[in-house]
């Protein structure tokens, strides 16, 4: 880890998106020390450089370990960026293929699995700086755009727009968000006044 620069600087940057975006997260070791969301994100980061490495076997046996002791099952072939929130990790899915950009949030609960037995690329693509809310679930080779965010409890099954907001079973985009990326704001609410601008836009 020490002698590899892309690791040390996604576990710097993570540290400070878990000190910037999660209010219990009072001081930086704090993560480090007490937030399995930071602790299962690194020790995937492990895994998955000794995926690429080669040592699947090892990697997936860490894999294992990781879903056994922190209840967050990431799969080390899966691709995620730096400055990654992972809030609280409870039950947090990530497939094989799947792909997350930098700068996202995903809540506890969150799945981003396949739709079946199919082989090769197969699961979700998610955009920089994307909120995904808790219990939601993104199924198959699809795009959530950046800035994008999903509601909690949302099943998504198709494409959605950068800058948009997806809500519901199955997933409807409802509005669009603000310039700011979701994920940074940690905003989940969806008050009146926001479909209300949201609807204008659409018109």
């Known amino acids: 880890m020490l002698n590899n620069k892309d690791i040390c600087r996604s576990i710097r940057l993570d ?3 878990f000190k910037d975006r999660d209010p219990a997260c009072a001081q930086y070791s704090w993560a480090l020390l007490y937030l399995k969301g930071y602790q299962s994100l690194q020790s995937y980061r492990i895994a998955n450089i000794l995926w690429n490495q080669g040592r699947k076997v ?3 046996a860490l894999q294992s370990r990781i879903s056994e002791v922190f209840a967050v099952d990431i799969h080390p072939a899966a691709k995620i960026g730096e400055g990654i929130l992972l809030d609280h990790g409870t039950g947090l899915v990530i497939g094989e293929t799947a792909v997350v950009g930098n700068w996202v949030s995903l809540m506890q609960g969150v799945t981003l699995g396949g ?3 199919e082989h090769g690329d197969r699961h979700p693509k998610i955009g920089q700086g994307a909120l995904i809310g808790a219990s939601a679930t993104i199924l198959g080779n ?5 800035g994008a965010m ?4 949302s099943l ?3 494409d959605v727009p950068p800058h948009s907001m997806a809500v ?6 409802v509005g669009y968000t603000e310039k700011e990326d979701p994920s ?20």
């Open 15 to 17: 540290a400070q998106a």
């Open 58 to 60: 090892l990697a997936l």
């Open 115 to 117: 739709t079946g037995k």
């Open 142 to 146: 699809i795009n959530v755009g950046e």
């Open 150 to 153: 999903i509601a909690a409890g």
């Open 156 to 158: 998504v099954l198709k």
């Open 168 to 173: 519901g079973n199955p997933a409807k985009v």
């Open 184 to 203: 940074l704001t940690m905003k989940h609410d969806a008050r009146r006044d926001y479909f209300e601008h949201a609807a204008i836009r659409l018109r």
